[in-house]
């Protein structure tokens, strides 16, 4: 049968989905016309979803941290930060030694770092 689940779940695997291919990191609108990257957009749905369906946001998490490219891991680890903070510690030293790179956004600035540097900074700021 096609649809099976509801639709909230659908929604949340497919924001996690998108989440598992990301190539950059933004938490708000990015370049001069303050764009809301789709990643950006999905990276919220799920922590929408944080309140009403905590065990199930936590399933999809670990999988985007288990599958996910650099930047979704790094979507994943901070929204672990609002379930589980002892669980998102551990991931971002576990994180620290990675060398892959990611594109970054902070409004109109682009950037690029490694995982590793990234998550240290992570750490730093806990």
């Known amino acids: ?24 990191l933004a938490f708000g609108g990015v370049g001069f ?49 609002r379930i589980d903070p002892t669980a998102a510690r551990a991931v971002w030293t576990s994180l620290r030694d990675d060398p892959t790179e990611f594109t970054t956004f902070v409004g109109c600035v682009m950037g690029r770092t490694t995982l590793g540097d990234y998550a240290t900074r992570r750490l730093a700021a806990a």
Request: charged share 30%; aromatic share 6%.
């Open 33 to 81: 016309a303050g764009e809301v990257l789709p990643v950006t957009e999905a990276y919220h749905r799920v922590e929408a979803a944080l309140d009403d369906h905590p065990e199930e946001v936590r399933r999809q998490l670990d999988r985007v941290l288990a599958e996910g490219s650099p930047a979704g891991r790094a979507y994943a680890a901070t929204l672990l930060e």
């Open 1 to 24: 049968m096609f649809g099976i689940g509801k639709k909230w779940e659908r929604e949340l695997g497919a924001a996690a989905d998108e989440l598992v291919g990301a190539d950059t």
